[in-house]
């Protein structure tokens, strides 16, 4: 099987996170050209990959490379893209996958026409102990889930001067910038959304424009919730990257950090069927330990390369990664206003065509 050549366009940081993962993806990929605005930077990475191309204008890679990764501001997402896909390139984008939803439309319908791969890299989807958790709720192994919730309590602050700093060529705040996995994660577990809200502040973060701090909450169309905490402003942890599933039978915790999977149960009496309060603590069981740590990106990766050679539609592909924006766009907008926002529509499985599901709103409006 001949291995599939790889560009890697810009070198930061988010690119170096994936670079750990390389070795691990090289039966499928090798890295041939690597590309930043800062050569040395570009040279680099060439060097940790084994790559003999690197330049500093994208342009450049293009007659090396099969497919290409873009780890880049996020303003820039849509003109890289569209110059690979319209050089007949497979893409995958960091998240989020562009700023605007006409930029998303327009590389939607350029890798459709083009019969090209198109895919977001929102490698939380991938994770085994993620995988095992979206089977876990499919089959009710626990029950029905009535609430899910995610916490991600970071420290972020960019050196000033930072392209992320401005709202504009980020697209939002910490919620477009990050948030965005967690209603990529609650879409695809939890169906079809409703309603629902979002609040944000950078009380706490001042060196970010929008919002460092972000409440967000939805209701589904079968009555269950989800909620999203986020901030960039943590200056202490405890529940770090921690995710929770409430359901009819039990509870299930993830912590991504340990890459453990814990089942909660039998917090009330089996046989009495008592009334149980928080001072009778429920029994924890692990029943997953993930076999690797970090990011673990590899897994993307390895479905990327799966799409481009047997033509399969990407998990976290365009049509998907939209919805999850429109949410985001929706929610901010309805921010904005004081409502609630209408979500309907706008799950992953549904008709991302339909003009209903369309928003006018993006990050260029804050």
């Keep these: ?9 810009g070198c930061g940081g988010i690119a170096s996170t994936h670079a750990k993962g390389f070795s691990e993806i090289s039966d499928d990929f090798v890295v041939t050209a690597t590309c930043d605005i800062h050569l040395d930077r570009a040279k680099a990475a060439a060097e940790a990959a084994g790559a003999k191309v690197a330049v500093t204008d994208y342009r450049d890679m293009t007659d090396h490379v099969d497919c290409i990764l873009a780890s880049l501001p996020h303003d820039l997402h849509y003109e890289v893209g569209m110059h690979f896909l319209n050089h007949g390139k497979h893409v995958m984008l960091e998240k989020p996958m562009c ?8 590389l ?12 977001t890299a929102y490698h939380n989807r991938y994770r085994p102990a993620m995988q095992l958790i ?3 709720i499919d089959e009710k192994k626990y029950g029905d889930v009535f609430q899910m919730s995610f916490w991600t309590e970071q420290y972020t602050k960019y050196a000033q001067g930072h392209w992320a700093l401005d709202s504009k060529r980020l697209g939002g705040g910490q919620f477009f910038s990050h948030g965005c996995h967690y209603i990529d994660l609650l879409l695809w577990l939890m169906g079809k959304p409703v309603s629902g809200f979002h609040l944000g502040t950078n009380f706490g973060t001042p060196w970010m424009e929008q919002e460092g701090t972000s409440n967000a909450s939805i209701q589904f169309e079968n009555g269950a919730l989800g909620y999203h905490f986020g901030t960039w402003g943590a200056r202490g942890t405890r529940l770090g990257w921690s995710m929770h599933v409430h359901c009819t039978e039990g509870m299930l915790e ?30 924890l ?5 993930e076999p690797g740590s970090g990011k673990m990106t590899q897994f993307q990766f390895l479905h990327f390369a799966d799409c481009i050679r047997n033509g399969k539609a990407p998990l976290t592909g365009g049509p998907s990664s939209l919805q999850g924006l429109r949410v985001i766009w929706r929610l901010y ?7 609630m926002a209408d979500l309907r529509g706008l799950g992953v499985e549904e008709d991302w065509r339909d ?3 369309t928003t006018t709103f993006s990050g260029l409006d804050l």
């Design 1 to 9: 099987m001949e291995k599939l050549r790889l560009g890697v366009v």
């Design 99 to 106: 700023n605007t939803e006409a930029q998303a439309l327009d």
């Design 108 to 119: 939607i319908a350029t890798a459709e026409r083009n019969g090209l791969i198109l895919m």
């Design 134 to 136: 979206k089977r876990l």
């Design 254 to 283: 993830y912590r991504r950090g340990e890459g453990k999977l814990f089942l909660h149960h039998r917090i009330v009496g089996e046989t009495r069927g008592e009334t149980a309060n928080q001072s009778r603590p429920s029994q």
């Design 285 to 289: 069981e692990l029943i997953y330990e």
């Design 333 to 339: 907008e309805a921010e904005k206003k004081h409502t």
């Design 355 to 357: 003009p209903r599901a």
